[in-house]
């Protein structure tokens, strides 16, 4: 009886004398908590406090709560980041555009090649309603340009085509037939390509603010 007595009681006092580990991913674990460092965290198991030491990072634990019941905590608390408004008296705050960047009938934002999904990305973001009307409205004309170009590849392609089958028969109405074809579908290629470049440059000037909306030369051709 005394035996069974003396061991309730050590039970009793080794459960009293537990510290309690919780960690990050939620576990909970009764411990005795040999030594915390700066990094590290050691620590024997309840129930085997003089066996193995384990270690573990300090980033690991969430808190300790000790026998005594005071806690240390771990966590690592993120920065709190002061967030400015963006409505100062009813007024949008200004959102700073970076400018493209118009190099050899190319553009760049952002140091990178600004293609027809960038530029219309840019467009969507810009902030005033007019001048991201006419942008809108000048992009759509890419459409029109790039089809005339396809034509004139395909006149060209036609003509060469025939331009070679009256060349190889003999047929002179043929071979010229098709050369002037395809010197049209070449020049209908080469006009539109030229528009479709001075049309992207031509928006992105809009979008640089080169251009004043107000003036009523705004409207490209």
Request: aromatic share 12%; hydrophobic share 40%; no cysteine.
């Amino acid at each position: 009886m005394k035996k069974w007595l003396l061991f309730i009681i050590v039970i009793s006092l080794r459960l009293n004398a537990q510290d309690t580990i919780r960690f990050m991913d939620g576990k909970t674990s009764a411990v005795k908590v040999a030594e915390i460092g700066l990094e590290k965290i050691k620590y024997n198991r309840i129930d085997n406090v003089d066996g193995p030491v384990y270690v573990v990072d300090r980033s690991e634990i969430k808190y300790i709560k000790y026998s005594n019941g005071s806690v240390d905590s771990f966590a690592v608390k993120k920065p709190v980041v002061e967030s400015t408004p963006g409505y100062v008296n009813h007024v949008p705050a200004e959102k700073s555009f970076e400018k493209i960047v118009i190099v050899n009938k190319k553009l760049f934002y952002d140091h990178y090649g600004a293609n027809e999904r960038v530029l219309l990305e840019l467009i969507s973001d810009y902030p005033d309603p007019k001048t991201k009307t006419i942008m809108l409205r000048e992009f759509s004309k890419l459409k029109n340009y790039k089809s005339n170009r396809l034509i004139g590849l395909i006149v060209f392609g036609a003509g060469a085509f025939a331009s070679f089958i009256g060349l190889g028969a003999s047929t002179p109405a043929i071979f010229l037939g098709g050369t002037a074809a395809a010197i049209t579908g070449s020049v209908i290629n080469i006009v539109n390509k030229n528009k479709y470049n001075k049309k992207k440059i031509d928006i992105a000037r809009i979008y640089n603010g080169e251009y004043n909306p107000s003036e009523q030369n705004f409207n490209f051709k």
